[in-house]
């Protein structure tokens, strides 16, 4: 608190009559606010969201399919309490990034570290990482996040491509964050396409077994989100 700040509280306090102790609980409550605030901002800072999503922003009558109330009850963060990752699945344009990101701006309010990445993004790191000799360094650090939020999970083909141990390096991230914090996968493909896209059959069911294990498994059917918000015209950018 500012000098400043402080003469306004003493004066404040004068007026109205405040006792000591009770001037000192305001002063320190007022304090432990702003730092609430700070941190909260921090962690806001460091998840990396594309956009600031909040739930109450979401437009529920667009889409009846979407289970309003589950949404609302990953947001209160007790699947991340409990350790248990999300699996989102849905065709492109459905709100799923949206969601996820609101979800992971609330888990940022609840005191939770987030991290938000595309899976392209996600494998261009670790592949970079891998010629630099530095791989495991970046799997400590995306496993020491609460929340990891891997969006656009098989959005294309040609990250995939691009590198040849990504199923291998997709696994090491999973592997190190089981049971160590909660993990949410955004996807359009099915989980029997996940073999056929990772390239790797054999790991790519052992990647699958350690996400939806004891996981929450989320499916988004209907219309497009995005072309709802675009006035009913799906725009060119792919991305949600």
């Not at 609980?25 to 941190?39: D, G, K, N, P, T």
């Not at 899976?119 to 670790?126: G, I, P, V, Y």
């Amino acid at each position: 608190m500012t000098a400043a700040h402080l003469d306004a509280a003493l004066t404040q306090a004068d007026q109205e009559g405040l006792s000591h102790l009770a001037f000192l609980h305001r002063v320190i409550a007022a304090q432990a606010q702003l730092r609430r605030e700070r941190a909260t901002q921090q962690r806001i800072k460091e998840a990396r969201f594309r956009e600031l999503k909040t739930l109450a922003s979401f437009d529920w009558n667009f889409n009846k399919a979407i289970n309003r109330v589950q949404i609302e009850e990953l947001a209160t963060g007790d699947f991340i309490r409990r350790r248990q990752n999300l699996v989102v699945v849905g065709q492109s344009g459905v709100g799923k990034t949206f969601l996820v990101q609101a979800i992971g701006l609330s888990a940022c309010t609840l005191g939770y570290r987030v991290r938000y990445i595309t899976s392209a993004k996600l494998l261009r790191d670790l592949t970079a990482s891998l010629a630099d000799q530095t791989l495991p360094k970046r799997v400590r650090y995306y496993a020491h996040f609460e929340v990891l939020i891997i969006d656009e999970f098989g959005f294309e083909r040609i990250e995939r491509l691009e590198s040849p141990q990504a199923a291998s390096l997709f696994y090491k991230i999973i592997d190190a964050r089981s049971q160590q914090g909660s993990t949410v996968l955004v996807t359009n493909i099915d989980f029997e396409a996940w073999g056929d896209y990772l390239g790797d059959p054999p790991l790519a069911m052992a990647f699958l077994d350690r996400v939806v294990e004891n996981a929450i498994i989320l499916k988004i059917q209907g219309r497009s989100y995005r072309a709802h918000r675009a006035g009913g015209s799906e725009p060119k950018d792919p991305n949600e």
